[in-house]
């Protein structure tokens, strides 16, 4: 069966990065897009950053602009995203994602998930 598993979250202080994982079964992330999406409690889960198959083409929200990159490496089957000098709103749950088609920002048009690694900001 299919299973991404995202890793890495954590607590770091504002200003701080991490890089999250996200490590795919079931599926090879070669033909399929793959994004990230986080939720803080409260809200709605929103796009964060996605990458095509061939890595040819990424997008980013507005709020990880000059911050955030999505990365990928086929061969491993695994997805990254590096978060830089983050804030205290970058607190959420962040979940790994992958659909088949250009990268788009819907999250219901996503159709596998991970079941997501916490990030805390601490100011």
């Known amino acids: 069966q299919v299973q991404l598993v995202e890793s890495g979250g954590g607590l770091v202080q504002a200003g701080g990065s991490l890089r999250l994982s996200c490590a795919a079964s079931?599926?090879?992330?070669?033909?399929?897009?793959m994004g990230w999406f986080r939720q803080a409690p409260g809200k709605e889960r929103g796009f964060v950053a996605g990458i095509n198959w061939g890595a040819t083409a990424t997008d980013y929200a507005d709020s990880v602009k000059g911050r955030g990159t999505i990365s990928r490496d086929n061969a491993k089957n695994t997805v990254y995203l590096q978060m830089n000098s983050l804030r205290a709103e970058d607190t959420a749950v962040y979940y790994c994602?992958?659909?088949?088609?250009?990268?788009?920002?819907?999250?219901?048009?996503?159709?596998?998930w991970g079941q997501g690694t916490q990030v805390t900001v601490s100011s």
């Open positions: 079931g599926l090879t992330i070669g033909t399929y897009t």
């Open positions: 994602a992958a659909r088949r088609g250009m990268i788009i920002r819907t999250d219901e048009r996503y159709d596998y």
